[in-house]
């Protein structure tokens, strides 16, 4: 198991940028796949983005590809979630979750998470 951190949530405007960061402790940090989940007021947590291990594939939801980026640098074992033309529907706490192995879209597969950070976005 890691233990993860997240960080760089807050209030954006419309069309602005944020930028996430999820800290993960643990020596084996390399050897898990990532995600960014989100989780809006009276809904489910959803999918946001995925990377594998080694950072050399990605996978996103239809309605973020285009807007966030997901990226990891195992070196300093940390993953990104950079957020670009935010929408209010962006609005939810943000979780970053670790898997080992192979990526997933589907939190249930995800053994540890962050405790989330807020990002909300004015229209």
């Known amino acids: 198991q890691v233990q993860l951190v997240e960080s760089g949530g807050g209030l954006a405007q419309a069309g602005g940028s944020l930028r996430l960061s999820c800290a993960a402790s643990?020596?084996?940090?390399?050897?898990?796949?990532m995600g960014w989940f989100r989780q809006a007021p009276g809904k489910d947590r959803e999918f946001v983005a995925a990377i594998t291990w080694t950072g050399g594939s990605t996978r996103y939801a239809d309605s973020v590809k285009g807007r966030f980026t997901i990226s990891r640098d195992n070196a300093r074992n940390t993953v990104y979630l950079q957020m670009n033309s935010l929408k209010p529907e962006d609005t939810a706490v943000y979780y970053c979750?670790?898997?080992?192995?192979?990526?997933?879209?589907?939190?249930?597969?995800?053994?540890?998470w962050g405790q989330g950070t807020q990002v909300t976005v004015s229209s």
């Open positions: 643990g020596r084996t940090f390399s050897s898990y796949a």
């Open positions: 979750a670790a898997k080992f192995g192979s990526w997933s879209s589907w939190p249930a597969d995800f053994g540890s």
